[in-house]
């Protein structure tokens, strides 16, 4: 079982932030301090959203959003096979009124 420990104090996440802004690598800081690398990124991340240097991450699809796409996509799949069907006949209609010669390419 892994071992745990309690949470970074805010005081230290701040200090390993501002390392990383002063050009300290993650990896380095990781090294020699305890918190993995990857948490020392999340924090930094964290504090540029709550300076407004970086944009938040997109939020989830409401479920609105996501029964509209339901819906969105059920009304796509009838117009992409109408629309298959009309481009195969267009194509028939063309070689039988000889517009275009049977087995040719478009070239």
Do not use: C, H
Request: aromatic share 6%.
């Amino acid at each position: 079982m892994p071992k745990t420990r309690p949470p970074y104090s805010s005081e230290f996440r701040r200090q390993m932030v501002d390392l990383v802004r002063a050009g300290r690598n993650a990896d380095d800081l990781a090294r020699e301090f305890e918190p993995a690398a990857q948490s020392i990124r999340d924090w930094v991340g964290v504090a540029d959203r709550r300076d407004g240097t970086r944009e938040a991450k997109p939020k989830a699809v409401t479920p609105d959003e996501r029964d509209e796409l339901v819906r969105l996509r059920r009304e796509n799949k009838p117009l992409r096979l109408e629309r298959d069907i009309l481009s195969r006949a267009a194509a028939w209609f063309a070689r039988e009124t000889g517009a275009v010669p049977s087995g040719s390419s478009n070239s």
